[in-house]
């Protein structure tokens, strides 16, 4: 299905293009609000008698619900009523589950109905006059819990006497399958030597976005229509998922945001809680308001997925050439699996990670714990699998006493390869890996960097460099889910735009996303400015979403580094496409021959010929919209009003051979790190770090840069701080922000930043998506510390999340990691 | 006096005198944000860590969240509310803009009260002052990388508002 | 995150406070509310009544003692800690660690009497206080008594302020020729405490206090000097708490390292 069109010269680095305003880096749109406070978030959203509402949430990882009793809670003042899971079992049909049996058959509803799955399930939601009031409603609900046995551990969730969470299933496994491509076998065979690991873990985090989930939901009984001023950043999601469970048709479901606080992927599955406040909204006949706390985030949202990697075996020449890998992986999704087990699939849009690895074989599988559930976390799914590839690469130069810059370069894809097929049908479609490498390696003084390790030294501590590659592969081909389920009727991707000229000549464009940061406002206006010969100014952009008014298609949303490509592409086209219906419609005002003797420019219609000769946009926008008697009838279909479905030209994947082309694009982030560790306390220091992407043409590269900062704060954070730790009892340990310490400015090294443009040949602007980043800070802090170990015991790296106290376990006993790492020499 | 348990009192916000009867267990975040609708200033958690709540109290930058409303009877405050005068930016807000210094903007209102503070107590701070000033304010999407710039360009009076 | 009902009074002497919280079983003071508001959204405890002690300005004094020592007012913030001149000149340690106390709203609040009074075994100044020999003025109906700081942390959030009690002034004597120091491990920057310890150090003698690892600060003493002071901290027979932070041994080995950390602190101080 896949052809690999290889070009035979590099990509040269390409200038952003003048076209005018994209690639400048033009003020900020949303600033102007944001700055004074007048931003409008879930919780500035008001109405008269709305009923907040508060969720009452298990204790327990694990326990039957022998009883709920609301008699109490609806006794005191001021409180509205109340909804249980009983009620929402009888209400609602169960979310369409994604995966094949056994993980099908998993029931999973907007409350706990019959058991309870993890700390911080709700099994009960109040609403009342007054948050305080709900607050102490929640209290006065008696629930009797029976205790069960908990699973924690995804390497014993499969186990014969680990308790089961879902019994309908009867088994905690969600899915699993074998991948293999290329051979393996052969591979092994040929191979000068042998690395094998036993383990690598990435652990469980999330990228809390400042602001929690929250709702404002109200329904409309006269229509049976419920409008939800929600924060969800995936609406098309939440109303696949939501309408049926609700059984209610989608447009039923109106989905309302402007601005975002932050998502990262953790705002895509609260449909669960959505569906409850719909069902309360209905029942009280009032609307009801819903604002998560810090807490119930932690314990009831979404995490990011924990993957174990295990029996890792990597056949290498004697030259340090890879030639594959073979490891199982086993991923924990928690209690429920709400986007998953997509995130069994969408690894294999970067199986080589950034190289030239042809065999690849890995037995996968899915499986639910007694933690909470996971979404698709900032990075989701490629960040797990890149971090595997870079603590590959790592250890084996480390084992093999291999340079690590040298074996990259001689491992990685190199740019005249692509566009590149990788083993599974993945096509990268640009890059520079090494010479983005160079360019990191430089902005920390690589060559300098013995001086600095002596220096180090002098002072008591051990300084150590590291590298973190990582790929940010946008635009996915939802086809993918069918390599899991071949059943799911889902395949492809879209967006939609809307462009149009106003009665009186204002530009305005509807977007079918959902920002949280992204500054899609700004950058749209500079896309349309260029296509119509406006400015940003000129061009007024909707903020934020709205699924009723909104063009808005199957996939809108704003989730998986896409907008550059799919969210401008909708924007392009749409412009596009109002261009040439005010060329046409000049062309016959003015004279002209027809639209090609037409230019835009100004916020005018001009002979190409005779400039003098100009209609403004103004009359265009009067003529078609109230003065449109005697118009000849060529112009019947110029309504200045367009609207653009971006559709990337993807395949349904090969389901037998599971290949395939799963994203467009391919952006890079090579990452370096230096860290100075304390060989008496394992703690360290990231004394300089330089992040260098290449996101193809950069439509605003002030905004590509911070979301590089901001990429790199998340992957530091997990490197060093964050960690979603729960103890035998499923008790989560790090519930809110004293004890789940994310990056503060102190905590912050310096951070250097380069970018180099390899435009995407596969879109129209040559843009590709990017933002999510990686985890590249994630993989290069893991490997700064194994290399500043070296001198003190020589540990391995083998887990994602290395707080002091891990440091200090791989200083004082390094023999433990060291012997999860054989080397075979054939 | 007696203890009660929901009291009458006066608040000056942003120059403005106002009198509610608040319960005792009123948070004055809950205070500015809904009874006051001044909904610049947000909740970002709930222990205290975040700073996404902070405002002016008597001058000084504090956590609303960590103040019960009666705590602040009789005091002057100040939110992000009050620092554009008339449409016109304050230097800090347009330099946030400038270099680009938020992004989501969940955090922005609390940071540039906690600017604000710095720059009323410190006119030339060196860049370790200016993170220590927000390091009680999270921002979880541009790594503080240019909010830091921007507070610094502020100080050398290199923004004009 | 929202509060159960409470009752509030805010008095405006020391004496109607105490009689306040004297009538009350169920109340308890409210300096900066830094912790207790905290702790009352997470509705782990729920006080009854909140005596607000925001008007007892004859507590927020910080002065100088006859003897050269240093008096705080328990109302006295850590921003008045850290810009007050008396501190700097008379025991300059206080200042030091009040600046790393989390960020500055919660210095411009939080309040010396209720980082002692909390007792969290993370908080800073209770082994600062203990090395230091500070003295701890208690007020209740009775009158005024006085506590040492060694004997005024009873247990994880209890102090010797019993029921109807106010803690009113911590007071330290004169450095002279001794030194502080302070050093911790924290989590992040400015962050939580996973260990920390401090030492006054007079002569050839340390007294150190460690935090985190015991309901109380745990006060060893020893000859200032590396090996002495490490003997003397494995010797205190500490069993520290685990957590995610950290394992009980990970904090007895750092335990090790802070007290002897801040020793030389104490050392290049003094």
Known sequence: MSTTNATTAAPEQVEAPQKGFAGQSVPRKEDKRLVQGQGVFVDDVRRHEVGYVHFVRSPYAHAAIANIDVSAALELEGVYGALIGEEVAALTDPFFQLSVPPGSEIKDYALAVGKVRHLGDPVAVVAARTRELARDAAELVEVEYEPLPVVVDPERALDEDAAVLHEDAGTNLVWSGAFDWGDFDTALAEADRVVRIERLHFDRFSSTPLETSGALVEYDRGTAQWTLHANNQFPGFAIIMMGPALRTGMDKLRFVSQDIGGAFGNKICTHPQLVALCLLARKLNRPVQWTEWRTDQHTGNSHGNERVFLDVEVPVKADGTMLGFRCKAVDDCGAYSRYEPLGCIIWAQVTPGLYRWRNVHIDFSQVCTNKSPCGPNRGYSRMQHLWFTERVIDIVAHELDLDPVEIRKLNYIKAEEMPYETPNGCVYDSGDYARCLDMALDLIGYGSIEEKRQDAQSRGKLLGVGIGSTLDSGTNNFGQSQLLNPDLQFSGNNEVASVKLDIFGEVVVTLGTTPQGQSHETVASQVVSDILGVTPDDVHVRAGHDSYWNSHAGFSGTYASQFAVTGLGAVSGATELLADQIRRLAAVILGADGPDAIVLDGGFAKLRDNPEAALPFMACGAIVNANNAGLPPELDDVTLNCRYVYKPPFQVPDKERKFGNLTLTYATQIHACVVEVDPATGVYEIVDYAAVDDCGNRIHPQIVEGQVHGAAAHGLGAAMFETFSYDEDGTLLTSNFYDYHVPHALDMPPLKTGAIESPSPFTSLGTKGMGEGGGAGIHSVCAAIQDALRPAGNAIVTDSHNPYHRVWDLLRAPEASRALVKVEQR | MEPVTSQRIGVTVNGALHEREVEARRLLVHLIRDDLGLTGTHVGCDTGNCGACTVLLDGAAVKSCMLLAVQADGATIETVESLAQEGDLHPLQQAFSDHHALQCGYCTPGMLMSAKHLLDHNAEPTENEIRRAIQGNICRCTGYVNIVEAIAAVAKGEVSA | ?270
């Open chain 3, 1 to 270: 995150m929202l509060l159960s009902e409470v009752g509030y009074a805010r008095p405006a002497g020391v004496e109607e406070a105490v009689r306040l919280l004297a009538q009350n079983d169920g109340a308890r003071p409210l300096a900066g509310g830094q912790t207790i508001v905290n702790v009352m959204k997470a509705r782990a405890a729920a006080p009854d009544v909140l005596v607000d002690l925001a008007d007892l300005d004859e507590l927020r004094a910080i002065g100088s003692t006859a003897d050269g020592g240093l008096s705080l007012g328990a109302m006295a913030t850590y921003t008045q800690v850290i810009t007050s001149a008396e501190v700097k000149a008379a025991r300059p340690v206080l200042a030091d660690v009040a600046a790393q106390i989390a960020d500055v709203q919660v210095r411009n609040r939080g309040t010396v009497g209720g980082n002692v009074c909390s007792n969290d075994p993370t908080n800073h100044l209770p082994p600062v206080l203990v090395a230091a020999g500070a003295t701890m003025t208690i007020v209740g109906l009775e009158g005024e008594r006085t506590v040492p700081a060694e004997e005024f942390f009873l247990g994880v959030y209890m102090t010797a302020v019993g029921p109807g009690e106010l803690l009113t002034a911590i007071t330290l004597p004169p450095l002279g020729e001794a030194g502080d120091g302070f050093s911790a491990i924290t989590i992040g920057a400015d962050g939580t405490c996973i260990v920390n310890a401090a030492a006054t150090v007079q002569g050839d003698e340390a007294r150190v206090a460690l935090g985190c690892v015991s309901a109380t600060p745990a006060l060893v003493t020893a000859r200032a000097e590396e090996g002495a002071v490490r003997e003397a901290v494995r010797g205190a027979g500490l069993e520290p708490p685990s957590d995610v932070h950290g394992s009980a041994d990970y904090r007895r080995h750092l335990a090790e390292i802070v007290a002897v950390r801040a020793v030389a602190a104490a050392g290049e101080g003094g």
